[in-house]
């Protein structure tokens, strides 16, 4: 990737992602893409990586780790008394000097894989409307799980602004999120029945291993303390119930795990912002697969971030294919917009 599409990468994730979400990376990011060392330090990343995302987990990463800088006085994941924000690039600059060394393998061997957690509050609406439609239990089969968090939706409390708890009211993980908009889905107060919980993922992420946890906190923006509680209590359920994690390419594994689908379930494909890191060509084969599988058995596809940024819902029931946009979300689950409007 050149320098002007790095530059231009930045400018679009300060303007997009971190605009009143987290100031200093936002305020970074705008710096970063008039920097040509850093433009150039971030040519290390593998192709198809979010370099901004990348760029900023590696140094935060070895902030965390205890790298001796005056950087992590901005940084409020580090410091119990931030920096203002708008001082921080000098130190960002010298700090990319400094460990230059230690930043490349990060930049090039490293993967986002940020289980944000906190889109389940989408997929529980979701996953309820596919079991009523059904009447049958889920088998979840997902892409990209990297850790497999989103496998565990059921086993959450949620909260969506009308101070009702549905899901597991006695979760130690209670997420919350907005319903945008004038339409709203049906939640109902229990979670559907899960019989199956696959994961796929190039790099599967074992939260067994220190070292693969703290990249994983690493990625969450320094900001971001609700987020990073949610992952450690989520990171929790991991450890205590059982799930398949597979490594290896999702999409060419797919039919296999398809396969296991116990006989009394609905099979249930799904995977939240991983297909941004799909190349066009992989995006095709993605569907083309699903489509294969669809015409042998019912299943849902639930995704985004293939045709656009919207929440898909495909389903395949005797072959045949229905299509819904379901929802606009946000990328941390914050909120989202419903757009399918109920039937009275």
């Known amino acids: 990737m050149t320098e002007t599409e790095l530059a231009q990468r930045f400018q679009t994730f300060a303007e997009r992602e971190c605009h009143n979400s987290s100031p200093l990376y936002e305020y970074l990011s705008f710096e970063i893409a008039k920097e040509p060392g850093i433009l150039r330090l971030c040519q290390h990343a593998r192709d198809g990586q979010p370099v901004p995302n990348l760029l900023f987990g590696a140094v935060h990463y070895l902030l965390l780790k205890g790298v001796n800088h005056p950087l992590a006085a901005y940084y409020p994941s580090v410091s119990k008394q931030p920096k203002p924000f708008h001082d921080a690039f000098a130190d960002f ?38 079991h009523e439609q059904t009447q049958q239990p889920l088998a979840l089969l997902e892409i990209g799980t990297s850790a497999g968090l989103q496998l565990l939706f059921d086993q959450y409390g949620y909260e969506y602004g009308n101070g009702e708890t549905v899901g597991n009211p006695a979760s130690r993980l209670q997420l919350t ?37 703290l990249w994983l906190k690493a990625l969450i923006w320094t900001e971001h303390r609700e987020r990073l509680a949610m992952f450690e209590a989520a990171a929790g359920y991991v450890e205590e119930l059982p799930l398949k994690l597979v490594e290896g390419d999702g999409v060419r594994l797919l039919p296999h795990y398809a396969a ?62 229905t299509e819904q946009t379901i929802a606009e979300t946000d990328g941390h689950g914050r909120w989202f917009k419903w757009l399918v409007t109920q039937e009275v």
């Open 260 to 321: 296991q689908t116990p006989d009394d379930s609905i099979l249930c494909i799904f995977h939240t912002h991983v297909a941004n890191q799909m190349p066009l060509a992989v995006k095709k084969e993605l569907l083309q697969v699903v489509g294969e599988i669809g015409r042998t058995r019912n299943l849902y596809h639930v995704y985004n971030n293939v045709q656009d940024r919207y929440l898909h819902l495909d389903a395949y029931i005797d072959g045949v294919l």
């Open 93 to 130: 600059k010298s700090f990319c000097t400094t460990y230059e060394a230690e930043l490349i393998p990060l930049l090039a061997q490293r993967l986002v894989q940020t289980n944000e957690v906190r889109r389940c509050t989408y997929l529980y609406p979701v996953f309820s409307q596919i």
């Open 177 to 213: 999120s907005v319903i945008e908009g004038n339409d709203t889905p049906v939640i109902p107060q229990t979670p559907p029945p899960v019989t199956m919980r696959t994961g796929l993922d190039l790099n599967i992420v074992d939260l067994n291993d220190t070292d693969e946890q």
